[in-house]
């Protein structure tokens, strides 16, 4: 497995942030109509087997990672540090990764790359292009990124299924038809300004791995004892032409977000992904049985030491 990391550049406002689960959803549908649903089904065979052909990570910052989601306890304290403002530190830099995993809380920064703003809507009547005498307006939030802001997605990919001139392609596409809710309507716009293939920093006394996308742990044996996450409800919906079937709702996974810190004794330095490949034989869409969920994160191997709280 190979690792492409795209740069980039928001052009609009996005209704829907992008998480690595779903900017792989949006690939397979692109991917679908780009080269065919026979492709799409060659490029998923072994899915949820533990054989991906591509694992997508969320849209980082350029040039940072979330902070590991582990108790404040596991880091060195910051003197005179607030409470509050600790919390905020939430980016940790690329270049601090060589750092012991202690001191990562005083290199952390707490900058905010995103504004969130709500956009009023109604619904409008197709047959009389009126709001009618239900007239209920309500709002939903739109995801600012400010200005100068660039992102890294970092996709894991096996290079004898999928080339990375064909991902970056793909992305360019994605970001031309726009990503996520409201893309119909400009949101999700973005552009591919870099690619590099450059693996990620890795650890050579790895025994833990840091996630950068939302996976699915369950039953895959890591050392519970010493494994930190914060789990979520994924209500996924299909994107593409099947949200007009009808019944456009998956079956609801639960998941751990991203900065999960997992440990187990198979982890070392060349470890790219964990997780597994959910769905398939209708488990998560009888609308569309071959349906799959992606619960595969990119990761970056880190030493993790386990610590008593004080």
């Known amino acids: 497995m190979q690792t492409l990391t795209l740069t980039l550049r928001p052009l609009s406002a996005f209704g829907t942030l992008p998480l690595g689960d779903t900017l792989f959803g949006q690939l397979c549908w692109l991917l679908r109509d780009g080269m065919g649903e026979g492709k799409l089904t060659e490029l998923l065979d072994g899915y949820t087997t533990g054989k991906p052909f591509a694992v997508v990570s969320d849209a980082l910052p350029h040039g940072y990672v979330p902070r590991p989601n582990v108790p ?101 596409q994605m970001g031309n038809v726009g990503f996520g809710r409201d893309a119909s309507v400009g949101l999700g716009k973005f552009e591919v300004q870099a690619t590099t293939t450059q693996a990620m920093p890795a650890n050579p006394n790895a025994n833990a791995v840091l996630t950068l996308a939302p996976s699915a742990p369950q039953g895959l044996n890591f050392d519970a004892a010493n494994s930190y996450y914060q789990l979520f409800t994924r209500f996924g919906r299909h994107g593409g032409q099947a949200v007009q079937a009808g019944k456009p709702f998956k079956t609801p996974v639960l998941m751990a977000k991203t900065g999960a810190v997992f440990s187990s004794a198979q982890f070392s330095a060349t470890t790219t992904f964990i997780g597994q490949g959910l769905g398939g034989n209708g488990q998560l869409s009888k609308q569309i049985p071959e349906t799959v969920q992606q619960g595969y994160a990119p990761v970056i191997p880190i030493h993790f030491d386990p610590v008593e709280q004080a």
Do not use: M
Request: charged share 30%.
């Open 72 to 172: 404040l306890y596991f880091f060195q304290p910051i003197e005179d540090a607030d409470r509050k403002a600790v919390k905020k530190q939430a980016w940790l830099p690329l270049s601090a990764l060589d750092k012991p995993f202690a001191d990562w809380l005083s290199v952390c920064e707490a900058k905010d790359f995103i504004e969130e703003h709500l956009q009023q809507h109604n619904s409008i009547s197709r047959l009389t292009g009126t709001t009618g005498d239900g007239f209920a307006p309500y709002a939903l939030d739109q995801h600012w990124y400010k200005a100068d802001t660039l992102l890294d997605v970092h996709v894991v990919f096996d290079e004898s299924k999928l080339t990375a001139d064909a991902l970056k392609e793909f992305f360019e």
